[in-house]
């Protein structure tokens, strides 16, 4: 994957935060239905991920950036050390990785991943992680054109709601 990206990818403020949790809900209702074609989603109240968003812009965990096009937040980025037992400082994780639905397939990922991988890489991180549901095929495939490889031995089920998901650990170096 190269970049040549159009987007301007900086450092969310405040301000963006409902625009970043707007983003979050549906792009993961999307990639819910994708995973687990049928079911429905438990819903995340637009006000609680907004809430989040904010404490994470605030406090700075994880660093949150945004991608804007021609003025409007269109995907954001959390990313930070790596939050899994026993990994060691010099480990990255992207916490998060999201484009609004309306941009998926236009580079936006790519952009945010660029500023995540230089982000993480000024924090002195060598490797960098990332989980990823077993069905979500789009991030999947993302991911792997990104450089991740899959951590066979990591599978672990989750639950969201009632349904329970397998998610699979990413990783790669960031050199």
């Given amino acids: 994957m190269s970049s040549t990206s159009n987007f301007e990818v900086r450092p969310a403020t405040l301000r963006d ?7 979050h809900v549906s792009a993961s209702q999307a990639a819910f239905k994708s995973v687990v074609p049928g079911e429905q989603m438990p819903a995340i109240p637009v006000d609680k991920s907004q809430a989040y968003w904010r404490d994470a812009i605030e406090f700075n965990e994880p660093q949150v950036y945004v991608a804007v096009d021609e003025g409007q937040v269109v995907g954001f980025v959390g990313f930070d050390r790596s939050r899994d037992k026993g990994t060691p400082n010099t480990m990255g ?79 790669r170096d960031l050199s």
């Fill in 17 to 23: 935060a409902k625009a970043i949790a707007e983003i």
């Fill in 93 to 171: 994780e992207i916490w998060a990785i999201y484009a609004a639905t309306s941009h998926w397939g236009q580079g936006v990922g790519l952009a945010l991943w660029d500023a995540a991988r230089d982000g993480l890489l000024e924090e002195g991180c060598t490797k960098v992680t990332l989980w990823v549901p077993l069905g979500n095929e789009r991030a999947l495939r993302f991911h792997d054109l990104a450089g991740f490889k899959r951590e066979m031995t990591s599978i672990k089920t989750v639950a969201i709601g009632t349904v329970k998901v397998e998610e699979i650990r990413m990783k």
